[in-house]
Every structure is written in C-alpha cells, then in structure tokens.
C-alpha cells in the first residue's frame, strides 16, 4: 500500500517519501488509512508496539527502538468499582510520546532528515531528544521557562540543545515555528506519524483485555494525539473486523486550560477563544490544538465527551492514585480526577469495563508533586 500525506485544509495528497511536517499551504497532514490488523498479524516475540509493525506505515523495520510500548494495563479499585489503569508512565522516557516519537524518528531515518527541533512543556521534548540522540541525530527542544525542572535536566542530559521561553505555552510554539528554516520541524502536535505511533494504544487495549474492547477510555488531553491513536487504530481493528463497536471516548481537560471543552460547549467543530489560566497539569495545557474539529469528531462519533477537572480535584486524585501504587504526574492525575466525576454524575457505571490512561510517571513532576501533597522529606 502506498503510503501517502493529505492536507486537511485542501485536500492535496503526496508521497510520505520525504520530510514534511505540513501542507505548502499551511494546513496539517493526515496520513492516508493504513493496514488494517488482525490478532493473526501480531508479532508476539516482540514485547514492545513494534509487535504491530505489520499495521504501521514504514517501510522496513524500525532503526532505532527502546523498547517502547506494550505497557502494563493493571487493575484498581477506584469509587467502589473495578478499573483499568494503562500505565504509559512506564515508557522508556517516561511518558507515553514514546509511542509518537518512535514512529516519527523511524519515518524520518527511512526518508533522511538532518537536525530536528520541537517545542514541548518537557514530555515530548525528552522523548525527541532521547530518540534523537539514540538515532544520531541534532536535536533543540523550545520550552517555557516555567517548566518542571526533571523535564528540561532529561532533555538536556541526551546532549540536545534546550531553549527556555518566557510567557505562554503558544509562546514556546511561535519560538519552535520561527526556527523552521534552521532544522526540520519534527513536532509532536503537527506530524502525522505521531498519531501513527499512538494508535498502537488501541491495539494495545484490545489485546490486553483479550481481544475485546473496553466501554469507556479515559485520556488526559492537550492537543489530543491519543484520542486521534485511539480513533485510528480502531479504524484499522474494524476494518479487518476484529471489532464491531467503539469504546467511549472521553478527553479529560483542566477546566483552566480546556480548548476543547470551549469548542465543546460552543457547539462549534474549531477552536474558539477561551481565557486560559495556569494549571498544575502543565502536560496538557494547550491553547490552540492543531487538529481540534478531528478530535471533536472522534469524541462524537464515540459516543463519549469532554470531561473538564477543575484544579482542587487533582491533588486528591494524585494521593490517591499513590496509594495504589501508582506514582504520577499531576497531567496523568486528571484521568482518576475524570473517573471520579463521572462515576458520581452517572456518565460512566460500575459495570462497565473502563481504561484510564495514565500519560506521565510521577518523577516528571517529583519537586511540584511534593508541594501539592505537602510531603517534607
């Protein structure tokens, strides 16, 4: 199958066969539908998403992994019922962009690309830097100067180039785009293999829970690359018909700082203006989503929604979620924050087979978590 980019904006189609992060007239890309996968595809001496390589868009196997994906899907007692935490605070840098940025660098090798850069509150930057450098390859990572000091000391230990940006995340993006004639622009919200790399979240899920899908997964969300993985991949699950339904979706927001929820309770499919506030889940703190009418579309067609957690409601959750034993960041700490909504508003039932994702390990955030659970040690 002839893998190619189409524009979102007008509808142009090329080859994948070079490096490109977006349309000549300034719109994203969407990678056409790739294969489809059956249980019979999976290559099951791989313990990582490599073991999905037959329904992934590259042209060989991968040149450089980590081990990346298939991480555990454990079970939890949360608000009296029985619940599946997916802990991608488990991937090799710690955050689930492990699955994106795997799927990027591998594209970029097979079409040749020379120094990168990106633009990141800190997880998606110490997953570029580290696959960069395990690839060879040139790396700086714009960032906010407010961001969690353990994220910048990753990013800077690979070696790659850290550039501090004062003021607003969108900000820290206008540096990243103002540097795009200087090295490859290999971002995390624009490039489609991104979303190619996510959707291994989905095989993931129904392979775990035996071949079956859940009715409800829960994504902390910022510019919504998981929710789209998660559409793409059951796109290619049903093709092949290993599936006949869709769990819900659900796009767990921080009320300071929701795009989508603003779009949402607009009742519009673009972004529209919001008054953003500081939030302590800074791994989601988008203000202008890149491809805010697909997610909303993926959210409708679930069946599942927004949910919006207001800043008081995370800190509990992240105690809580610790004495599980389940150590995160405060952005991974909204998904239990959700769980707990929607249990008590009805939206989500005990019986029902639920995810949430948990995107970030918790010493990401080590200093900022001891302040919010008020731990002297």
Partial sequence: MRIGFVCAACGRTVAADRPVWRCDCGGHLNLTPGAGLTRGDIDRSEASLWRYHAALALAGPPRVTLGEGWTPLVSRTWEGAQIFFKLESQMPTGSFKDRGTALVVNHLLEVGVGPVHEDSSGNAGSSLATYAAAAGIPCRIYVPAAAPRAKVVQIAATGAEVCAIPGTRQAVTDAALAATGESFYASHNWHPYFIEGTKTLAFELWEQLGFAVPDNVLVPTGYGSNILGLARGLDALERTGEVARRPRLF????????????????????????????????????????????????????????ATVPEEAIAPALATLGRLGLFVEPTAATAAAALTQLFRDGTIRPGETTVAVLTGHGLKAADRIGELLRIDA
């Fill in 251 to 306: 796009a767990v927001q921080a009320a300071n700082c929701a795009a989508f929820a603003a779009a949402w309770a607009a009742g519009q499919d673009r972004w529209v203006p919001f008054e953003a506030q500081p939030t302590v889940a800074d791994g989601i703190a988008t203000q202008r989503p890149v491809r805010t009418a697909e997610v909303l579309a993926a959210l409708r067609r679930s069946g599942g929604g927004i």
